[in-house]
């Protein structure tokens, strides 16, 4: 190596380190100590078997990313050293097997079938249709009497992404990026909007985010990416496509259109443009006939996880209160389409809704709040991102092949919800003393 190739790399470790070493001390720690139990956790293995000391580890991880954001409330820009931090985090997590979730086993296989020139809104994974396409992948898909409930634009991620590599890591990877992008387009977001760095810091640094998108491969990271550059792009037309291809993979972002297209009518050719791409993507599905929502309304029907306020409407309307929850989720919608006019508030409102109201839960769906709330600087529902991995305590002493072993501990309930409302009420009477929260 030349004498100048040494020199400029010299250079290069010394601006790292001096970017490492101006954050404040608590940062430095903080850091540290999110990587330390990012290394933990992959070290665990099966985190399915080892949920009790991945709970633990979490909660480690938590408080350390939480020290290092709080510290940062003063600063404007986001450290280098935080994202670079945001970055190492999910290529550790790379290395941990998706045992939290099987979703993306699911993922997997309908991208097979769909190669396979099948539909799976018309052929679940355990019909008979589809015999000679089992092996080890559809082993591990859960609830295979279900047909897809996926938007046609996951169908087609699923589809591109089995036609590469059908193997977790490559959904693990796309997830990852996708979440790395969003961390970034978050810090960009949050200093357009005046909040300062502790909010993409906690995104860059707390384990939800990292373990769901990284860790498990979840679709949020894909969808949430697709929103947030609609409500950060800001040429109208452009910011509602991005919110519809969202919507594509997940419906919740197609929400946001409407705010949007209250504050600017060039909205519509965005949201024009998100239909007639969403049609040519239904159109080769609707095969599937009375299928096509199948899969859809068993979810909505029947399944059941980490509810809070819905069992105080199971209590009162008893089979009714799936519909009475939607009701009151509608209304609510409803009041805060009338009032907000900033798209991320309206959809922070319907996720807070989803969240307290609906029967299914996931520590990931959490993230529909997390982002919109970071963004606009509400510090409350940070509680929320950091307490729901309590909810994976349903994993402790869980044994597939014993029935009766998935018992969801009821003091999980406990742990997410008054910490969140506890911060909720206090950041409401924070706003009414002082006019606006401090970020």
């Known amino acids: 190596?030349?004498?100048?190739?040494?020199?400029?790399?010299?250079?290069?470790?010394?601006?790292?380190?001096?970017?490492?070493?101006?954050l404040p001390v608590l940062s430095r720690v903080g850091l540290a100590g999110c990587l330390l139990a990012a290394g933990g956790v992959v070290a665990l293995g099966?985190?399915?078997?080892?949920?009790?000391?991945?709970?633990?580890?979490a909660a480690l991880w938590s408080t350390c990313a939480v020290l290092a954001g709080l510290t940062l409330r003063d600063r404007e820009q986001l450290p280098a050293a935080v994202l670079l931090g945001g970055v190492l985090l999910r290529l550790i997590?790379?290395?941990?097997?998706?045992?939290?979730?099987?979703?993306?086993?699911?993922?997997?296989?309908?991208?097979?079938?769909?190669?396979?020139?099948?539909?799976?809104?018309?052929?679940?994974?355990?019909?008979?249709?589809l015999e000679g396409l089992r092996d080890a992948t559809w082993e591990a898909?859960?609830?295979?009497?279900?047909?897809?409930?996926?938007?046609?634009?996951?169908?087609?991620?699923?589809?591109?992404?089995?036609?590469?590599?059908?193997?977790?890591?490559?959904?693990?990877?796309?997830?990852?990026?996708?979440?790395?992008?969003?961390?970034?387009?978050?810090?960009?977001?949050?200093?357009?909007?005046g909040v300062n760095a502790w909010a993409p810091a906690l995104y860059a640094l707390l384990p939800l985010p990292v373990l769901e998108s990284a860790g498990s491969g979840h679709l949020e990271s894909i969808a949430l990416l697709c929103l947030l550059a609609g409500l950060v792009v800001k040429p109208r037309g452009w910011a509602a496509f991005?919110?519809?291809?969202?919507?594509?993979?997940?419906?919740l972002p197609l929400l946001a259109w409407w705010?949007?297209?209250?504050?600017?009518?060039?909205a519509l050719a965005g949201i024009l443009g998100t239909l007639v791409l969403g049609a040519a993507l239904t159109w080769p599905l609707l095969d599937a006939g009375p299928t096509l929502l199948r899969g859809f309304t068993t979810y909505a029907d029947t399944w059941a996880f980490n509810a809070s306020f819905?069992?105080?409407?199971?209590?009162?309307?008893?089979?009714?209160?799936?519909?009475?929850g939607v009701g009151i989720g509608a209304v609510w919608a409803g009041l805060s389409a009338w009032r907000r006019r900033d798209p991320a508030l309206f959809v922070l409102d319907v996720a807070a809704a989803l969240l307290l109201l609906s029967p299914v839960v996931h520590p990931w769906y959490v993230l529909w709040a997390l982002v919109p709330a970071l963004l606009t600087?509400?510090?409350?529902?940070?509680?929320?991102?950091?307490?729901?991995?309590?909810?994976?305590?349903?994993?402790?002493?869980?044994d597939p092949a014993v029935p009766g072993s998935w018992s969801e501990p009821e003091w999980v309930v406990w742990i997410e919800i008054p910490p969140l409302l506890a911060a909720l009420g206090l950041a409401a009477w924070r706003r009414r003393s002082k006019g606006s929260l401090p970020s």
Not at 1 to 22: H, P, Q, Y
Not at 160 to 180: F, N, Q, R
Not at 259 to 266: E, G, M, N, V
């Open 377 to 398: 600087g509400r510090w409350a529902w940070v509680t929320l991102g950091v307490t729901t991995m309590a909810a994976y305590a349903v994993l402790v002493g869980y």
């Open 93 to 129: 997590v790379l290395a941990s097997p998706a045992t939290l979730s099987d979703d993306l086993f699911r993922y997997l296989w309908e991208g097979r079938v769909q190669l396979a020139g099948m539909n799976p809104f018309l052929y679940a994974p355990d019909s008979g249709a």
């Open 141 to 193: 898909v859960n609830h295979k009497e279900v047909s897809t409930i996926y938007p046609p634009g996951a169908l087609l991620l699923f589809r591109g992404a089995a036609a590469v590599h059908e193997a977790p890591i490559t959904w693990k990877l796309m997830s990852g990026a996708a979440d790395v992008g969003l961390m970034l387009l978050l810090a960009r977001g949050c200093r357009e909007r």
């Open 1 to 22: 190596m030349r004498d100048e190739d040494i020199t400029s790399s010299n250079k290069g470790f010394a601006l790292v380190v001096s970017r490492l070493l101006d």
């Open 46 to 57: 099966d985190l399915r078997t080892e949920a009790g000391s991945m709970l633990a580890l």
């Open 310 to 324: 819905f069992h105080l409407l199971q209590w009162c309307f008893e089979e009714d209160a799936r519909l009475v």
């Open 259 to 266: 705010p949007q297209l209250r504050r600017d009518r060039r």
């Open 242 to 251: 991005l919110v519809g291809l969202g919507g594509l993979v997940k419906l």
